[in-house]
């Protein structure tokens, strides 16, 4: 409790509560702060505390002038990058998360905290939830970035920031079908669960097949879709 009877704590919760709640996509960008105070009822100091920690924790990016975005902030140091993503395709990326991904899977099952996993469900249950395709892939977004920072590997981290967003520029929005949101049986929950089963249980390399075939289906499907 700071001296003037504000629990930054609280604020923190408080902000936690409505980016769960508001319907977001990954690279919305957030109320203005002084709209966010208001409706969270909060200073702009312990405000800005709040947005702090969640930025830290690559659940949002600011940009100064422009505003604060969901998401992990994007790959600003690769200049070529916008290059790069002209200059692929869906088979390419998905090729490269075949590698790379199942990777960083297993390095997770080897160092995920009780809290990385426990954000791991959490990203499950919502992305099940969800009430549009959106919301869905703002929670499978952060379902594999939490998995990514779950291995306490800085460079591994920045390596899936940015095939994510060329991923986002090149593939996003490519497997929604004619609904407004996913089936109740769509693939991914089971094949979600099966990773994060794997990691929770240290099983490096169940974890590491578990997010491959999870990744085949996906890219089967993407293609097939794109055909």
């Known amino acids: 409790m700071t001296t003037d009877g504000v629990d930054p704590q609280g604020t923190l919760t408080q902000l936690r509560a409505f980016l769960a709640q508001a319907p977001l996509s990954v690279d919305s960008r957030l109320p203005p702060e002084r709209e966010l105070c208001q409706q969270l009822g909060v200073s702009r100091g312990e405000l800005r ?3 702090a920690t969640l930025e830290a924790e690559g659940q949002l990016w600011r940009h100064v002038g422009k505003g604060t975005f969901i998401g992990a902030r994007p790959a600003e140091s690769l200049a070529d990058l916008s290059t790069a993503t002209s200059r692929t395709n869906p088979a390419e990326v998905m090729q490269t998360r075949i590698l790379i991904e199942p990777e960083i899977t297993r390095l997770a099952a080897l160092n995920a905290t009780a809290a990385d996993i426990a954000e791991m469900r959490t990203c499950m249950a919502r992305s099940r939830s969800a009430t549009s395709w959106r919301q ?3 929670w499978d977004n952060r379902l594999h970035r939490s998995i990514a920072e779950a291995t306490r590997n800085t460079l591994l981290l920045a390596m899936f920031d940015t095939l ?10 490519r497997l929604r079908a004619n609904r407004t949101r996913p089936d ?3 693939h991914s929950f089971k094949e979600h669960e099966e990773i994060v089963g794997a990691i929770a249980d240290r099983d490096m390399n169940e974890a590491a097949q578990a997010m491959r075939r999870h990744l085949q289906t996906v890219e089967r499907k993407l293609l097939n879709y794109s055909q």
């Open 164 to 173: 994510n967003a060329v991923r986002r520029a090149v593939v996003w929005g």
């Open 184 to 186: 109740p049986d769509h």
């Open 136 to 138: 869905y892939e703002s």
């Open 49 to 51: 505390k709040a947005l």
